[in-house]
């Protein structure tokens, strides 16, 4: 007798807006300790931060080439960040998304979540006529558009329930990147979607489409949000 599958998780998405660095912390880890002691369904968070460099578990505090002068003149602060990978930079304009989701049982593999969410930027770019194409060996793990870098990945997880994720820059001001050296890599060049398409979508709009295709990648059932943004 052929078993029947189960039908598919429910995930509740929705974007928050703008929210500081340290909150996105917070409402990230408390949403996984709910899913780790099944008192929540699994979230994607899906927000803006303010500008800030985040620096990351295998990152140099020298990746942080600006000097405290240059931070402060742009309202820039720096965080310590629990997630794999470099130095990044968030900001306004840039699409922050943080899956809670619990990996166990089909897929317990890391190499593969970071695939699906490179696919999942790959569609959301598609749909805003950029061809792009995910890298997984380090330091370049992340999605390119040619030799020009859109998207970051940075994914930290605890019993197989994840939290971290992905950035994809919207119409992020670019310039901000030159006061790092950005995911450890001297001289790499960062895009846009504006950049590369000269189009200026909201971010919130990228976010719906985001939503919709990491449900189809992962297969889970998109549910509108509980998660609200801090006060």
């Given at each position: ?13 929705g ?12 409402l ?6 709910a899913v780790i002691?099944g ?19 295998n990152?140099?505090r ?9 931070l ?6 720096v965080?310590?960040?629990s ?15 943080y ?9 317990r ?30 330091p ?6 040619g ?39 001297h ?20 976010a719906?489409?985001?939503?919709r ?16 943004r801090?006060?």
């Open positions: 007798m052929t078993g029947v599958a189960p039908p598919p998780r429910r995930l509740e998405a974007f928050l807006g703008r929210v500081a660095y340290e909150d996105g912390v917070a990230q880890e408390e949403r996984r300790r002691a008192e929540a369904c699994e979230a994607l968070l899906l927000l803006e931060h303010p500008h800030v460099f985040t620096v990351g578990r990152a140099r020298s990746d942080v080439v600006a000097d405290s002068g240059w402060e003149r742009h309202g820039v602060t965080a310590a960040s997630r794999g990978g470099q130095v990044t930079y968030h900001g306004p304009g840039q699409l922050v998304g899956p809670i989701v619990n990996l166990d049982p089909d897929r593999d890391i190499r593969r979540y970071v695939r699906d969410l490179q696919q999942v930027l790959v569609l959301t770019l598609a749909e805003f006529g950029v061809a792009a194409a995910g890298r997984g060996a380090q370049e793990i992340g999605v390119w558009a030799e020009r870098k859109v998207g970051s990945i940075g994914v930290h997880i605890r019993r197989w329930v994840t939290m971290h994720g992905f950035s994809l820059n919207v119409t992020t001001d670019l310039a901000f990147f030159r006061g790092i050296v950005a995911c450890g890599l001289g790499v060049e960062m895009a846009s979607i504006e950049s590369l398409t000269g189009a200026r979508p909201a971010v919130a709009e990228v719906a489409v985001a939503a295709h990491f449900a189809a990648v992962f297969e889970r059932r998109l549910a509108a949000p509980a998660v609200e801090p006060a």
